[in-house]
């Protein structure tokens, strides 16, 4: 015997049910030597309780896929535990890669203001908790510290004011939305004096890069030069390169910086030598500089094109213009 096939039954419509039931009906009361008035008298009471049943189902029918729907639409307790429970995993995470970011970015004993939670993840991640300033629910400024870790918290307190009237710039920033993270250097003038000092700075940086790239013994690529004559170099990086190049040829590969979600001058660059002894002695002058022109790492490296340099970086927040620290 062949396989059997099983099909499933689709339910007949109400209609259908209706037409069939009637002509069952008819076929029952035939006979008998009824009059046909009176059948369809009959008849139609018939298929004026079907019409009725029919329209009892299809009511019940709709309300009940009505009510399905609507409690499908409401979050469940289970969703918004998801939700809330996923919301503070992102949270967590903003805090443990800016407490990282400070920790290895940020210039060792800068005081810096943070929210509770924030403080002890930047102890944990080995920032001395004398340079920590927890902030209170009755701190009124942020004045009196270099830096300021923006979480949610920091910024429900201080408002608007908080990058309008004392931390213009943000140094690094982590997440996004409501959750993100903003390490933002406070000015100690203010805004408004920061800002007016912007453009002159940004102008001091571009002629010092364009007197760098006269110099004989400086090599520039073409992306270093771009960075050079944008104003877009640390002022710390403008006046040790020259200082660099009067001791030994000297090539600019590249310029750069750790600071995601920020538009601040680079602190970092890759120099090469025309000799592999040529990086030893950078390394040694590097070592030789007064600690405010002496970058907090400097090292070998091997690029991923075999060619091997000096990687330089500089702390945060750094120097805006030529003033010093």
Request: with cysteine; glycine share 8%.
């Given at each position: 015997?062949?396989?059997?096939?099983?099909?499933?039954?689709?339910?007949?419509?109400?209609?259908?049910?209706?037409?069939?039931?009637?002509?069952?009906?008819?076929?029952?009361?035939?006979?008998?030597?009824?009059?046909?008035?009176?059948?369809?008298?009959?008849?139609?009471?018939?298929?004026?309780?079907?019409?009725?049943?029919?329209?009892?189902?299809?009511?019940?029918?709709?309300?009940?896929?009505?009510?399905?729907?609507?409690?499908?639409?409401?979050?469940?307790?289970?969703?918004?535990?998801?939700?809330?429970?996923?919301?503070?995993?992102?949270?967590?995470?903003?805090?443990?890669?800016?407490?990282?970011?400070?920790?290895?970015?940020?210039?060792?004993?800068?005081?810096?203001?943070?929210?509770?939670?924030?403080?002890?993840?930047?102890?944990?991640?080995?920032?001395?908790?004398?340079?920590l300033l927890v902030m209170q629910t009755t701190t009124q400024d942020p004045l009196g510290v270099n830096v300021i870790v923006a979480t949610p918290a920091v910024r429900n307190q201080f408002g608007p004011r908080l990058a309008s009237v004392y931390a213009p710039l943000v140094l690094a920033q982590f997440g996004t939305g409501a959750e993100r993270i903003e390490i933002r250097y406070i000015a100690p003038d203010g805004t408004t004096s920061f800002d007016s000092s912007?453009?002159?700075?940004?102008?001091?940086?571009?002629?010092?890069?364009?007197?760098?790239?006269?110099?004989?013994?400086?090599?520039?690529?073409?992306?270093?030069?771009?960075?050079?004559?944008?104003?877009?170099?640390?002022?710390?990086?403008?006046?040790?390169?020259?200082?660099?190049?009067?001791?030994?040829?000297?090539?600019?590969?590249?310029?750069?910086?750790?600071?995601?979600?920020?538009?601040?001058?680079?602190?970092?660059?890759?120099?090469?030598?025309?000799?592999?002894?040529?990086?030893?002695?950078?390394?040694?002058?590097?070592?030789?500089?007064?600690?405010?022109?002496?970058?907090?790492?400097?090292?070998?490296?091997?690029?991923?094109?075999?060619?091997?340099?000096?990687?330089?970086?500089?702390?945060?927040?750094?120097?805006?213009?030529?003033?010093?620290?």
């Amino acid at each position: 015997m062949g396989e059997q096939q099983y099909s499933r039954r689709l339910e007949p419509s109400w209609p259908a049910v209706a037409a069939t039931t009637f002509r069952l009906w008819l076929q029952r009361h035939n006979g008998g030597g009824r009059r046909l008035a009176s059948r369809r008298r009959r008849g139609l009471l018939v298929l004026s309780a079907i019409a009725a049943m029919a329209l009892g189902a299809l009511v019940t029918l709709v309300f009940t896929e009505h009510g399905t729907q609507s409690a499908a639409a409401r979050p469940s307790n289970a969703a918004q535990s998801t939700a809330s429970s996923s919301q503070l995993q992102i949270a967590q995470a903003n805090r443990y890669q800016a407490a990282a970011w400070i920790a290895a970015q940020v210039l060792p004993g800068t005081d810096i203001e943070c929210d509770t939670l924030m403080c002890a993840a930047l102890q944990a991640a080995g920032v001395s908790a004398g340079n920590l300033l927890v902030m209170q629910t009755t701190t009124q400024d942020p004045l009196g510290v270099n830096v300021i870790v923006a979480t949610p918290a920091v910024r429900n307190q201080f408002g608007p004011r908080l990058a309008s009237v004392y931390a213009p710039l943000v140094l690094a920033q982590f997440g996004t939305g409501a959750e993100r993270i903003e390490i933002r250097y406070i000015a100690p003038d203010g805004t408004t004096s920061f800002d007016s000092s912007l453009a002159p700075d940004r102008a001091a940086r571009i002629a010092a890069g364009e007197q760098l790239l006269t110099n004989k013994r400086v090599q520039a690529s073409a992306a270093a030069r771009s960075a050079l004559l944008a104003g877009y170099v640390d002022p710390r990086l403008l006046i040790t390169l020259p200082a660099l190049a009067h001791e030994m040829p000297v090539r600019l590969v590249t310029f750069d910086d750790s600071s995601p979600g920020a538009a601040v001058p680079l602190r970092g660059a890759e120099l090469s030598a025309s000799a592999p002894a040529g990086l030893s002695a950078i390394l040694a002058f590097l070592a030789a500089q007064q600690a405010e022109y002496r970058p907090s790492l400097f090292k070998k490296a091997e690029l991923a094109d075999g060619q091997w340099v000096v990687t330089i970086q500089y702390d945060a927040p750094g120097w805006m213009g030529f003033k010093g620290p």
